[in-house]
Structure formats: structure tokens, C-alpha cells
């Protein structure tokens, strides 16, 4: 962790603040448009192309267009904590990049200043960002309370038992993640990935059960019962319009920047370039590891669009069963068997090779299990029941024999049998 | 100044405009009252006349409040042993496996007694 964490003059806080604030709008308004192009061109449509350059300004105009309309209170809201939620949803979900490493030590043009490309860093970084990102769900749940509705109500407690249910996943699979690092702020995991490998590959597990609890986490489809529209029209926010409506959108869709950096901080190196580009040199310095970041970033946010656009909504039922049945003793066991392999690294008493070997070994078996064909006893199979109950009243279809009780088929009455 | 100065920041500055875009939003949009508009949302038909069960929620999200509870807190104490995983030695990791394996106790009950079925 650098010196300069807690040290810095005051006006280098602020710009950076400010900066951090700017890039997070900015980034909202080229997400949400990224998100209907890349979705509109995966149902072959066009999606937005009109205002600016490919449609670029499309969710600036949505913007200014909310702003103008029309600011409904509902008759049954709270008359305060309907206006106080989207404040409290809005504000953690730019509060988690307070720690959010962008680059390595830069000087600020035109100064002789170092700052590092971090607004701040400390060493329980990790824990701060599951902390103020978890009290976003208040705004949430007390939104959809405040509403009145019914809609409201449902999809806010169902958000509200999602998030915290697939928070336990998120937590346990970043253990792994500390135990090799050996700490939790965010700066020297980057720097231990420098020194080891991208934790995505020998975590590959936790990697996986982050990837699918960030899904959760953030209300996104597959996993957007929340807001099913199909049952509950737009879930919490239902019965919000105008401004209050928008910062809910922007903080859902900051939220899903945010897990998207966590995942490019904890398992793909950060802001360090990607394996090829890295032996470039000058690669890692100065202002262009911003770039690689941001790039690592976005393959989440299109990764997210990607399964919107691919995927059908899971039933509640099933998508809690399988976050406490399944990602909760998977990641346990996962954790288990990390503490054991890291000791025995440690100790020399374990060749890393010999751990791809047997990983290898397990994946080839899984897959000639996947080919081994099941023995399956034949499943009596009901007799099919007959609509036409034996061609009375209504004779069997062109082609059609009318199936006796038996299952067998019988012969068409008034035709000689062969 | 500590680490935690420039949070209180960027605390304030999106704070800032969080409270700007709530009061701002009344002056900006026009204003025509219609009773209809004021009602809760429920596709048209005759809105209840408070949220379904009295604003109350079914007692199936309340266990699994508490759940995450039981589970946030056994994640607590895994993340100091695993920042300080290379100090600790075979110990640390016997103990953490035993303390892993009480809180997987309660874990089984719940499952056994159906605390995670949700239907």
C-alpha cells in the first residue's frame, strides 16, 4: 500500500473525487447504451443510432427527458423515506469506488505531483467495499416499503433476500482470493497478481462462483426476479417516475461497474496489462494501464449483456436453492481444499505442476463420465390416452388408429385386418 | 486525515448530487393532477387498498435474514485468517476447519428441517 494513502494535499482529493465521480456518470451513460446496442444486435435489430455518433447521446437524452417528466407521489407512500431511498441507494454505489485501483503512481499533468490512480486505499479495503455496497440494499428495500403497492413491496424484499443470499457466496469466494494475496487491500492484491499469476486461473472456482454470484448480487437477468416484469412490473421501483426513477437506474447500473471492477481487481490483475501487451515496455506505466482496466471491466458489463441477452429468468424457488444449496458448500469445500493446497506450497511439500496434473486428470474424468452413456431402465410408459375414446363419437384423424385400453393398437373398425 | 478522508469526500459530492436530483425534480417536470395517477400501480385494475398483507412480508424472508446472519459472521472470521493464512501454520488451518465444521452443523439442521425450501 502506497504512502500516499491518507497523505494528500487536499485539492488532489478532491479532483480525484470529482474525477472518480465524472467517470462513473460517464460510464452509466455509455453502459446503458452499450447494453441496447449489443443487446438489440444479438435479437437482430439496430438499437439506438440516432442522437450522436452510433447513438452514442441516446441515454443522455433519456436523461434530460426524465428530468422533465412528470414527478408522481404516490397517494399510500411515506411521506419521507419515499423521497430519502434513492439517495440511500445512490450514494454507496459510488462510495465502493473510493477503492477501486485505476493505475499505478501517475504525476497529475501539468504538477509536479505523484498521486496513485486510487482515490484512497486501506487495508480492510475489501471489507469496505461489501460494507457500503450492502447498504444499498436499504434504499432498495425501504423504496419499495415507502411505494405502498404491492409490486413495490414484493420486489423489494425479494431484492433485499437475493442480494443478502448471494452476498454469502460473493464473500466466501473471495477468501481464497485473500489467502493468496495475503491481504485485503485492494492495491497490493493487484501487486501480489503481478509478482504470482492472475488469480482467475489458479482460483478458477472461486472465479466461477464470483462471476455468478456478482450476477445475483446485482438483480441482473438471469437472476432479475426482482423486477420480473411479467409479475411484478418493475419490482421496487414501480411506483417511482421522474428524477427518483433515474437514480435508481443509475445506481443499479453503477452496481454492476462496481462488481465488474471488484472481479478485474481480485482475479485478473487489475489495472496490470494483459500477457503480451505487459512485455511492451512502459506498458505499465503511466496513464495507459487506465486503458487495460477499463477494457478488463467492460468484458464483465458485455458478459453481463451477454447472458440478458441469452438467457431466460430462473424461478425464485430455484434460484435460492441453488445459492444456499449449491455456490454456499461448494464455496466452503473450495476454501477447504485452497488452505490446504496454499500450506502445502508453502511448505515445498507441493510442486504447483503437480496440482495442474491432478486438476487435469479430474477434468478429463468428468468428461469421459459426460460420455459414458447412462443405463436406463425402460420407463413403463403410460398408455397414451385416447381422445377419441375408440372412434366414438368422433372417428380417429386421416392416419390416426384409435388406442384400445391395452396400449396396443387396434384395428380400424371397418377395415380387414392383413 | 486518515485513508478514510477522501470517502467522506466522494461522500459528499455524490451525496450532493443525490439531494440536488431529488428536490430538483419537482420544478423541472410539469405538473397536472389526475386522481388515477396518485393511485398505486396495479395494471389497471381497482388498487388495493395497502400493500398486500398490511405492508407485512412473509416470514420466509425474516429466516433468511437471519441466515445470512449466521453466515456473514462465520465470513468475518474467515477473512482475518486468510490475510494472515502464511503466519498461521497447520494450526490455523485445523482450527479454521473445526470452526468451519460447527457452523456447517447448523447448516445441515437447517437443511434437514427445511429452513431452505422456499415454495
Not at chain 1, 481480485?266 to 500477457?275: N, Q, S
Not at chain 1, 372417428?395 to 392383413?418: C, D, Y
Amino acid at each position: 500500500m502506497s504512502e500516499l494513502f491518507g497523505n494528500e494535499a487536499w485539492w488532489v482529493i478532491i479532483l480525484k473525487a470529482l474525477l472518480v465521480f465524472v467517470v462513473l456518470v460517464v460510464f452509466t451513460l455509455f453502459n446503458i447504451w452499450f447494453e441496447r446496442r449489443v443487446v438489440a444486435r444479438m435479437q437482430h435489430r439496430v438499437g439506438p443510432n440516432v442522437w450522436g455518433p452510433f447513438g452514442l447521446l441516446q441515454s443522455l437524452a433519456d436523461g434530460v427527458k426524465l428530468a422533465l417528466k412528470e414527478e408522481i407521489f404516490p397517494k399510500h407512500a411515506h411521506k419521507v423515506v419515499y423521497f430519502i431511498a434513492p439517495v440511500i441507494a445512490t450514494i454507496p454505489a459510488f462510495l465502493a469506488w473510493a477503492v477501486i485501483p485505476f493505475g499505478p503512481e501517475v504525476t497529475i499533468p501539468f504538477t509536479d505531483t505523484v498521486t496513485p490512480l486510487q482515490l484512497t486505499d486501506m487495508p480492510v479495503a475489501v471489507l469496505y467495499i461489501l460494507a457500503v455496497t450492502s447498504i444499498g440494499v436499504y434504499g432498495i428495500v425501504l423504496g419499495g416499503w415507502a411505494s405502498g403497492s404491492t409490486y413495490s413491496l414484493l420486489g423489494g424484499v425479494r431484492s433485499s433476500a437475493q442480494m443478502i443470499s448471494y452476498e454469502v457466496a460473493m464473500g466466501l469466494s473471495l477468501v481464497a482470493v485473500f489467502i493468496y494475496a495475503g491481504s485485503m487491500s485492494t492495491s497490493e492484491i493487484v501487486a501480489a497478481q503481478a509478482e504470482d499469476t492472475w488469480f482467475a486461473l489458479p482460483l478458477l472456482p472461486s472465479f466461477i462462483i464470483y462471476m455468478i454470484a456478482m450476477v445475483g448480487e446485482t438483480n441482473r437477468a438471469p437472476f432479475d426476479l426482482p423486477e420480473a416484469e411479467g409479475e411484478l412490473v418493475g419490482g421496487f421501483h414501480t411506483e417511482y417516475s421522474s428524477l427518483k426513477f433515474a437514480l435508481f437506474f443509475l445506481a443499479e447500473y453503477i452496481n454492476m461497474v462496481t462488481v465488474s471492477a471488484l472481479a478485474t481487481t481480485m482475479f485478473l490483475g487489475g489495472w496490470r496489462a494483459p500477457w503480451g501487451i505487459s512485455q511492451i515496455d512502459g506498458a505499465n506505466e503511466g496513464y495507459w494501464p487506465v486503458l487495460w482496466f477499463l477494457g478488463k471491466t467492460l468484458l464483465f458489463v458485455f458478459l453481463f449483456i451477454w447472458l440478458r441477452g441469452s438467457l431466460p429468468r430462473l424461478r425464485y424457488d430455484q434460484f435460492m436453492k441453488f445459492g444456499w444449496k449449491v455456490l454456499i458448500p461448494a464455496s466452503l469445500a473450495w476454501i477447504v481444499v485452497v488452505c490446504v493446497m496454499r500450506r502445502l506450497i508453502i511448505d515445498d511439500d507441493l510442486d504447483p505442476t503437480k496440482i495442474l496434473v491432478v486438476a487435469g486428470v479430474l477434468v478429463v474424468a468428468l468428461l469421459v463420465v459426460q460420455f459414458i452413456p447412462e443405463r436406463r431402465t425402460p420407463a413403463v410408459e403410460a398408455p397414451e390416452p385416447d381422445a377419441f375414446a375408440g372412434g366414438f363419437p368422433v372417428p380417429p384423424m386421416p392416419g390416426k388408429q384409435p388406442v384400445a385400453p391395452s396400449g396396443a393398437p387396434v384395428a380400424p373398425s371397418g377395415e380387414k385386418e392383413a | 486525515m486518515t485513508e478514510y478522508t477522501p470517502v467522506l469526500v466522494l461522500a459528499a459530492i455524490s451525496g450532493a448530487f443525490a439531494v440536488f436530483s431529488v428536490l430538483i425534480a419537482p420544478l423541472t417536470g410539469p405538473k397536472r393532477y389526475n386522481r388515477a395517477k396518485v393511485d398505486s400501480y396495479e395494471c389497471g385494475i381497482e388498487p388495493t387498498p395497502q400493500a398486500a398483507g398490511g405492508g407485512r412480508v412473509p416470514v420466509k424472508y425474516f429466516i433468511t435474514a437471519m441466515l445470512f446472519i449466521v453466515f456473514d459472521v462465520e465470513i468475518i472470521f474467515l477473512y482475518p485468517f486468510a490475510v494472515e493464512f502464511d503466519l498461521l501454520g497447520w494450526f490455523g488451518i485445523v482450527e479454521m476447519l473445526l470452526f468451519i465444521a460447527t457452523v456447517f452443523v447448523a447448516y445441515v439442521y437447517v437443511w434437514r428441517r427445511g429452513g431452505l425450501e422456499w415454495d
